[in-house]
C-alpha cells in the first residue's frame, strides 16, 4: 500500500509540473535613447527680449524659457511664460515645446503648444556651424509656414528670427536671449 501511495504521489507531482504552462521569454524592443547633446545649450534658463515683430507691438518685451530634459531623458522640453505685453493680451502667453532627434530620419523634430490653442510641428538638419535652421511642417488652422533661424553668439547668447511668408507679405519676429543664473 505505501508503494501505490508513494507511486500515486510521484505520478500527481510529475503531473502538476507538466501542467504549468511554460513562461513566455519576452522580445527585447529596442530601447535607444536619441543622443540630444548638439542641442544641451538651450538647457536651463534664458532671458530673452523681443527685438522686432511685424507691427512693433511687442518690440523690447521681456519673457523668459526653461529648458530641461523631460521623458527619461528623450526629449529636451521648454516652457515659455510671456506676460501681457499691450491692452489686447489680458493674460501671460504660455508656451510648451518638446524636441527630440529622430534616428530613423536623422532629423531634430520639435512639437509646440501654447495656451491660446496654437500647435506646430517643426524639423531640422541640425546645427550649421553656429546657425540652426527649423522649418515649420504643420501649423495650428492651416496657418502659413515659417522658418526659425538661431544664431548662436555663445553657450549663453543667441538670437533668434522667425519668418513667416504671409499673403499680406513676410512677418518676421526677433529676439535676443542670455542664459539666467
Known sequence: MRTRMLVFTIIMA??????????????????????????SMFLGTWNCKSVKSPDGRTNGHIFATTASMAL??????????????????????????????????KTWVTM????????????????NGDTLVTNDKVQANGGPLGVDTVTRFSGTHYHDHYEVMTPKGDQIFESDCTKGT
Open 72 to 105: 527619461d531623458g528623450r526629449w529636451i522640453e521648454t516652457d515659455q511664460d510671456t506676460p501681457p505685453f499691450d491692452q489686447y493680451r489680458t493674460r501671460d502667453f504660455v508656451l510648451k515645446s518638446y524636441l527630440t532627434f529622430d534616428l530613423a530620419t
Open 14 to 39: 510529475l503531473a502538476a509540473g507538466r501542467a504549468v504552462p511554460a513562461t513566455a521569454t519576452p522580445t527585447p524592443v529596442p530601447d535607444t535613447k536619441p543622443d540630444l547633446s548638439a542641442m
Open 112 to 127: 509646440t503648444v501654447d495656451n491660446l490653442g496654437g500647435y506646430s510641428v517643426a524639423m531640422s538638419s541640425g546645427w
